[in-house]
Each structure stands twice: as C-alpha cells, then as structure tokens.
C-alpha cells in the first residue's frame, strides 16, 4: 500500500478474528490499514456492543492513508468515538461500550515511533528479540488486584471478577485512554488482540506462535485457532504487526503489505466486522 507522503517505517500486517466456539455473535471489531492497527471489544450483547465496538474504529477511519498519526489524533479520536456512542444509545436507553486497544505509525523528534493507545483489557504485545513484553496494561479489577498484592498474575486467569473492566469507551465512563509512544525498531513485532485470545492462550504460547511463523497474517490466523482448539469462550482477534523498514534521508523507504495466508481469512474477517456507521 502507498501512502500520501511517506510513512516514517513501513512493514507488513496481518489479521484473524472469529466469533468463537460459544457466542452467537462476533463483538469484536478492527481496523487494519496504515498507519492504524486496532482492536476493539464490544460490550453488551448483539446489538449493543457489536454497534460500539464498530463506532469506536469508524472514528479512526479519516485517519487511514495518512502517513502517520500523532498521540495527540489518537486521543481526539477516542474522544469522537465517546461521543458517537453516547450519542447513539443515550435515547435509546441501551447500553453499549467498547475497549480499545493497538498501535499507530508515528514519529517523535523526527525519528519513526509506534504510538501505542489502550483502554479496557484487550491488549498490545512487543516481540522484540524474542522477548514478548506486554505494553498495555490492562484496565480491570483483577490487574488492580494484582498491583495492590492481593492475588498473584498467576491467579488473575481463573479470579471471578476476571471479566470485569475498570476503563472504557461508554456514554457513562469519561475515563481517558492510556497513549504513549515507543521507538520503531526493525525486526520488532506487535500484536494486537482482545480477551478473547489471552483469556485462552498464555502470554508463553503466544510468543511460541508468533516466533514460529515469518508471515503476520499466518500467525494472526494460527493463533485465532489456538484460542478457538482450547475452548474459545469469547470472541477472539489478532492484528499482527511487523517493522521492516525504517524511512531515512530522502529515502522513502519500502510499502506497506497486507499479507494473506491463503485460507480465507480475508473474508472471515468482511463477515465478522460489524458495518454499523457511527453516527
């Protein structure tokens, strides 16, 4: 893909959702195409979280295409996005709400930077040099616990309040979304998912996969069917994201790819993707 002026790094990208082995509906929405990589978990049931889930990644949409995208456009999005679902389901008397969780291309000081954006608990991972670090942190009453010392990490998979976030995109939380920004190195590869994945697969097996498969899309794909062989309670996605060029001097550096794995991913994901416009 080329984009209008020339994107700080450049890599290729690959993306899997399902709706899982038990829910009747898929929740989940994302946006995959530079500079933007989301995911976004619905909350409150077909109808209602599907709708928010999908408002929340509509809102980032005028920024495709763009070279980049700055911290700053990123929390005026999360901003539109409050407001297109409290909009939407304040009259109606619905509720709705969504996480958010991913990365964007950026720069800082002129050098190329991933800008990082979260709220709620989908999550967003770094492997760098084989080292998986989650950069996210997740915003639930489990994770509180933790910090707090109450339960130990090892505890927080099976804690019965596991499911229960702390910060969301809702017409009745004004909490702000976690935005940073980390260096863009060649080699480093990110993903992005929702609960539906770490809620299946330890933070072990998922650096296993994405160690074991060069193409993004594969290991997008191969860990949606990890999730799925466990038990796949919840809806589960995967933005997987490589850095492969970084843009220097007058060199505008390499395009962007999208890659397939050739098993039909590409249309799972145009009929699990809510298409409700936001308002």
Not at 18 to 32: Q, T, W
Not at 157 to 177: Q, Y
Not at 224 to 241: K, P
Request: with cysteine; proline share 5%.
């Amino acid at each position: 893909m080329t984009l209008a002026g020339r994107s700080p790094f450049t890599g290729r990208w690959g993306a899997a959702t399902d709706k899982g082995a038990v829910r009747r509906h898929n929740e989940d929405s994302l946006l995959a195409s530079p500079p933007l990589f989301l995911v976004a978990d619905g909350m409150g049931g077909h109808d209602a979280g599907d709708i928010a889930s999908a408002m929340v990644v509509a809102s980032f949409a005028r920024f495709v295409e763009q070279p980049s995208v700055s911290e700053d456009e990123v929390r005026q999005a999360v901003t539109h996005a409050r407001q297109s679902i409290s909009e939407y389901f304040e009259p109606s008397g619905l509720s709705g709400g969504s996480t958010l969780t991913g990365i964007g291309v950026s720069s800082v000081d002129g050098e190329a930077a991933v800008v990082v954006v979260n709220i709620g608990d989908s999550r967003t991972y770094r492997l760098s040099q084989g080292v998986l670090e989650q950069l996210s942190k997740d915003h639930s009453t489990v994770q509180e616990l933790i910090d707090s010392g109450a339960i130990q990490a090892l505890e927080a998979r099976t804690h019965p309040e596991r499911n229960v976030i702390t910060r969301a995109i809702s017409p009745t939380a004004d909490s702000e979304p976690d935005v940073w920004s980390v260096p863009a190195r060649v080699g480093d590869r990110y993903l992005a998912c929702s609960d539906g994945l770490t809620g299946e697969l330890t933070d072990d097996e998922i650096r296993d996969v994405l160690l074991a498969h060069d193409d993004p899309q594969t290991a997008a794909a191969e860990l949606v069917a990890r999730a799925l062989a466990e038990r796949g309670r919840d809806n589960i996605t995967a933005v997987v994201v490589d850095v492969v060029q970084i843009a220097r001097g007058d060199d505008p550096g390499g395009l962007w790819q999208r890659l397939a794995a050739g098993s039909g991913d590409d249309a799972s994901i145009e009929d699990t993707i809510p298409t409700h416009p936001a308002t």
